[in-house]
């Protein structure tokens, strides 16, 4: 096999990153938006020692889960990768990726894999999910001013207002403003230059509250002609906020650090569950507010808190798991690295007058084994939600050595979960359930909630007290 070749291949497994892998001669191959199940030919694009690339030419024979992806773009667009293929089938995909990652590194049997699950937490509308949308903004080959989106992996703007995750107003809001821009000649930003003005635009919907803001990325800090934006744009039911975000470095980096005011607040409020967040443009804050809920809640249920727990929610973000979980417990003290996050999170907490909770800067690493190491952490809880890298094993070791009663461990990368779990059972703590919950359909991220106790003294005494029995006989 070499460059160029057209190939035909079966498609068997699909990558962290949505695309299909088929295996010619036991070699992988990754082509983008293939199924599957679908029997494909492909052009080999490149070859490394271990895998290759190969572009999807042709689907000879589909697999029974491809779908008509809904939006025209989807193949282009390097937003959603697996809108190929059905809503179930993705469902049942991600699903198997965590059974399959607990099982190869973290070493489980499969039948306790089973007997601890529980079922997946699938979207009843996988559409329309997002509340946060990043449109870049640029001009077309003739003239135009255009916003959309990038095409996967480059920086070159396809020209589209519509996109089926995020919500219906976004593409009202793109018509102003683009409309606006051409009115009154306000210059696109320039990658190549670093010239002209208007970069992006940030777009967020409280779902709860209905609130929106609109926020004007600026290689700049003055907007011409901008009350007659505001004119047009408060029109629109649930505005709340329009604000600009002054970003003049020339980088990828979407927002600078600077937010001015055009009209209204700064920011816009949304609840999940009861807990009220203040979200401004530069704040962290989970883009699926339905399915994030149901995340908090099946933590909540794994916490099992009873009002006299001391618990440490760890990788905190704006503390949003922190405050989900101060209601229900003696003390939640949450660590994240972030300052602004945690800024956010305690103004969250006095936003919702909750004076149980306490927030630390820091690595989680470095702040719970010091906190331990002076006699002030203890836990009956610890909830852990880290990035993609998982934890640290430094982390890990301070949570066995604490022996919290239980271990609620959030993650959005099955296969460093699967690695943390390993060493946590080798430190006497056993996976009670799991749970898969999709945050993000039509992508092929997922994220998983596990519980972990450690093994009760009863447990522990009885084989004592077998070992004790058996070295009699
Ligand atoms: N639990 C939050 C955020 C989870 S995302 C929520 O649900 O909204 C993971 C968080 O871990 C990010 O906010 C990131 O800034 C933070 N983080 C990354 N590395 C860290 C470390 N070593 N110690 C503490 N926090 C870290």
């Not at 020209?159 to 102003?176: D, M, P, T, V, Y």
């Not at 009115?183 to 779902?207: A, D, S, W």
């Not at 945690?342 to 906190?371: C, H, K, S, Y």
Request: charged share 25%; net charge neutral.
């Amino acid at each position: 096999m070499k460059k160029d070749d057209l190939i035909q291949v079966t498609i068997e497994d699909m990558s962290a990153e949505g695309a299909g892998i088929g295996k010619m001669d036991g070699f992988p191959l990754f082509i983008k938006d293939a199924v599957i199940g679908d029997t494909v030919e492909a052009k080999v694009m490149k070859l490394k020692k271990n895998y290759g690339f190969a572009r999807l030419v042709n689907v000879l024979s589909p697999s029974p889960d491809r779908v008509e992806p809904l939006c025209p773009q989807a193949r282009r667009c390097g937003g959603c990768q697996i809108q190929e293929m059905s809503y179930p089938a993705q469902a049942r995909f991600k699903e198997n990726k965590i059974f399959s990652n607990l099982q190869r590194i973290g070493g489980y049997e499969p039948a306790v894999l089973e007997a601890a699950r529980e079922p997946f937490l699938a979207m009843e509308n996988p559409w329309r999910y997002r509340n946060k949308a990043q449109f870049p903004v640029g001009l077309s080959k003739d003239g135009r001013v255009i916003a959309g989106f990038y095409a996967g992996r480059t920086h070159s703007i396809i020209e589209s207002s519509q996109c089926f995750l995020g919500k219906e107003c976004n593409e009202e809001i793109l018509r102003i403003l683009l409309d606006w821009m051409e009115e009154f000649h306000i210059p696109p930003y320039r990658e190549e230059t670093g010239k002209g003005l208007v970069r992006h635009i940030l777009i967020r919907c409280g779902f709860s509250s209905g609130q929106i803001m609109v926020c004007l990325v600026l290689n700049g800090e003055r907007l011409p002609h901008a009350e007659e934006l505001v004119s047009r744009l408060t029109k629109l039911p649930g505005m709340t906020s329009i604000c600009l975000n002054v970003n003049r470095q020339r980088t990828n980096v979407i927002l600078g650090q600077t937010v001015l005011p055009l009209w209204g607040q700064t920011w816009i409020e949304d609840s999940i569950g009861e807990i009220r967040y203040r979200i401004s443009p530069l704040s962290f804050y989970q883009v699926n507010p339905v399915q994030t809920r149901r995340l908090y809640e099946k933590a909540l249920e794994y916490a099992a808190l009873t009002g006299s727990e001391t618990v440490w929610d760890l990788y905190c973000g704006i503390g949003t798991i922190s405050l989900f979980l101060a209601r229900n417990a003696r003390q939640v003290c949450g660590v994240e690295i972030i300052p602004a996050a945690i800024q956010d999170a305690r103004q969250n907490a006095a936003l919702n007058g909750i004076t149980n909770a306490a927030f630390f800067v820091g690595r989680a690493e470095e702040v719970l084994p010091e906190q331990y190491a002076k006699g002030d952490a203890r836990a009956d809880v610890i909830v852990v939600d880290p990035p993609r890298k998982g934890c640290e094993e430094s982390l890990l070791n301070t949570i066995a050595r604490m022996c919290p009663e239980r271990v609620v461990y959030v993650s959005c990368d099955s296969a460093t979960l699967a690695r943390d779990l390993k060493y946590l059972r080798e430190r006497g703590y056993e996976l009670r359930k799991w749970c898969g919950v999709d945050q993000f359909p039509m992508t092929a991220h997922v994220e998983t909630v596990a519980l972990l106790s450690h093994k009760s003294p009863d447990s522990v005494i009885n084989e004592k007290i077998t070992a004790e029995t058996e070295n009699h006989i």
